[in-house]
């Protein structure tokens, strides 16, 4: 091993556009080994650029991608050697049954063949596709065509992975496979950088995430440190009309009153003393009370803080999006 | 790097996976085999008899089944486009440019698949002429010789039509790109003599890369000298192998255009 850098993967000053559009405007990236980095950003972002480059897909405009201790300016096929990448979209032979793309990496990754057969049923075991092997690809859904992928980046088993949008438009239940079959990798000391577009995500498994919007990285930390970025929870109370919602404002000072949603949001951190005490207080002052929820901070409300108006509504769309699954 | 040492074996583990395809949708095979033996029909069967006047000394047969023998590797290049193209825009291509192999394995595996499935063609064309009254004189030399240089054409048109593949920015445009290779034959030696055709056409002719090449295999069948025409065959296939070569890895080196 070369491995002169302490980390799996440095990139430095990364830019790139295409024509006139601005897609990464400077972007530095560290991931230290058997760390889970994930790259969290709306939709056009710029998060398949960044994998791009630094899957050696793509060259940037402007600097530099260490891998592994390569770098991909002067020894792209060590840095190639050392990675495995799953694509936003399937990168698999559609042609070909799942077996046979598994053979296809074991045969281009040059493994013996009876240790590469060996290692094909293991992974078609692993990845619950036994079934499914002999089958041709027009047969599979997302789910299993997203397992295949990955187990076709396993089949080298490299100690880096780049996974793009792995649970874009899967159902609920393939997503948890998905992120069981992401953390084991993680447990077994593989570094991952991840993209995704969904918040929920990056918080179940990334130790680091870096906030990408319009291509630049808006900001980084672990999900807690994130998460204390912005401002606390609050209870929010519902009422039915106006004249109900300006009554209850008086009786609590410092909440703030949306006159619109005709609700009022009441400083908390979640203590159900909180709760108790609010419901006391509209009560004695006789407002009827329309509802009333728990809003807790999470990575949406650091999103929507840190992200431009655009993202926020693409990003929105896409919790609707869920929601509705 | 490791890379270039597995060039050989890559190609090879790249042509099993392209013949899977190949076997596996025969369609294809059968419209591009069935080509060539169209006009070979065409042309024996039912002009033959007029068009034989022009060619005194043989008969007609005689002169125009080396043509279509060669002329199957004109017909197999819009498959040959078809294939590169839509394959080096999907994503599973896309994979194998972030792993570790040599990137002219990715092509050769497309060429050599290309030069299996013209052989294949050629030699069913070749049944096709037997059965209509076609006899070779060139003996073993010159059957071996014929094979050689449908071989070499092969692979050197197949390397021009990668490289025209690769600069298409649609799937469209990679066919058409190398409809061109179809109609070639037509403005040839290949089914009239070329002192037939009008002057410009004629020069035409004379002077593009399929007439010395069909001489050539013409003469090597007939088992007569073919002179310095076999050089003029021999260097437009290099010249366009090498072109071709080239051009094609250069394109494939860039990073690839999002289609």
């Known amino acids: ?325 | 790097m490791s890379s270039l040492t597995y060039v050989v074996p890559d190609a090879a583990t790249m042509l099993r996976r392209n013949l899977k395809h190949l076997l596996r949708y025969p369609v294809m095979m059968i419209v591009y085999v069935g080509q060539p033996i169209f006009v070979l029909l065409m042309f024996v069967g039912v002009y033959g008899n007029a068009l034989g006047e022009a060619t005194p000394g043989t008969s007609y047969i005689e002169f125009a089944a080396p043509a279509v023998l060669l002329i199957t590797v004109n017909f197999g290049c819009t498959t040959t486009a078809f294939n590169v193209f839509s394959d080096t825009s999907s994503g599973i291509v896309s994979r194998l440019r972030t792993m570790s192999i040599s990137r002219a394995a990715i092509l050769g595996g497309h060429v050599l698949e290309s030069l299996i499935r013209t052989t294949i063609s050629a030699l069913v064309t070749l049944v096709v002429c037997l059965l209509l009254g076609y006899r070779a004189n060139g003996g073993f030399l010159g059957w071996l010789g014929t094979v050689a240089l449908v071989s070499f054409f092969s692979l050197a048109l197949t390397w021009l039509v990668v490289a025209l593949a690769l600069s298409a920015r649609t799937l469209q445009q990679a066919t058409s790109n190398t409809l061109i290779f179809q109609f070639l034959p037509f403005f040839s030696s290949a089914f009239v003599p070329t002192d037939t055709m009008p002057p410009v056409v004629s020069w035409l002719a004379e002077n593009q890369p399929l007439t010395p090449i069909i001489e050539t295999i013409r003469a090597l069948l007939a088992g007569t000298p073919a002179g310095s025409t076999a050089l003029v065959a021999l260097a437009w296939c290099a010249g366009i192998g090498i072109a071709g070569f080239v051009w094609a890895i250069r394109l494939f080196g860039r990073d690839p255009v999002p289609h």
Do not use: C
Not at chain 1, 98 to 123: F, P, T
Not at chain 1, 127 to 150: E, H, I, Q
Not at chain 1, 224 to 247: C, T
């Open chain 1, 1 to 325: 091993m070369t491995n002169r850098s302490p980390m799996a993967i440095v990139a430095s000053g990364l830019r790139k556009a295409f024509g006139d559009h601005v897609v990464l405007d400077g972007i530095d990236v560290a991931v230290g080994p058997g760390k889970v980095y994930a790259m969290l950003g709306p939709n056009g972002a710029g998060k398949t650029t960044v994998v791009n480059i630094l899957t050696t897909l793509l060259t940037a405009d402007a600097g530099t991608v260490v891998i592994a201790g390569h770098d991909v300016a002067t020894d792209g096929d060590a840095a190639r050697a050392a990675i495995g990448v799953t694509g936003q979209l399937s990168a698999v032979d559609n042609l070909l049954t799942g077996r046979e793309n598994l053979q296809l990496m074991a045969d281009l990754r040059h493994l013996r063949k009876k240790e590469g057969r060996e290692r094909v049923q293991q992974l078609l075991e692993h990845f619950d596709l036994v079934d499914a092997a002999g089958k041709l690809l027009s047969t599979y859904s997302l789910g299993m065509r997203r397992r295949l992928d990955l187990a076709m980046t396993l089949v080298g088993e490299p100690r880096i992975i780049f996974l793009d949008e792995p649970t874009t438009g899967l159902d609920p239940r393939s997503r948890r496979t998905m992120w069981e079959l992401i953390r084991s990798l993680a447990d077994g000391g593989v570094t991952i950088f991840l993209t995704t577009q969904y918040l929920e995500e990056a918080d179940e498994l990334a130790d680091w995430i870096a906030v990408l919007d319009g291509g630049r990285l808006v900001a980084e930390g672990t999900s807690d440190a994130l998460k204390q970025r912005v401002p606390g929870g609050h209870i929010r109370l519902q009422f039915a009309d106006a004249e109900a919602l300006a009554a209850a404002a008086e009786h609590f000072a410092g909440a703030t009153a949306d006159e619109e949603a005709l609700t009022l949001s009441v400083p908390s951190d979640g203590r159900p003393d909180d709760v108790r005490s609010a419901l006391d207080r509209l009560e004695r002052a006789g407002i009827e009370l329309g509802g009333l929820s728990m809003h807790t901070p999470d990575l949406d409300d650091v999103f929507f803080a840190l992200t431009g108006n655009g993202a926020k509504a693409s990003a929105t769309t896409d919790s609707l999006e869920r929601a509705a699954q």
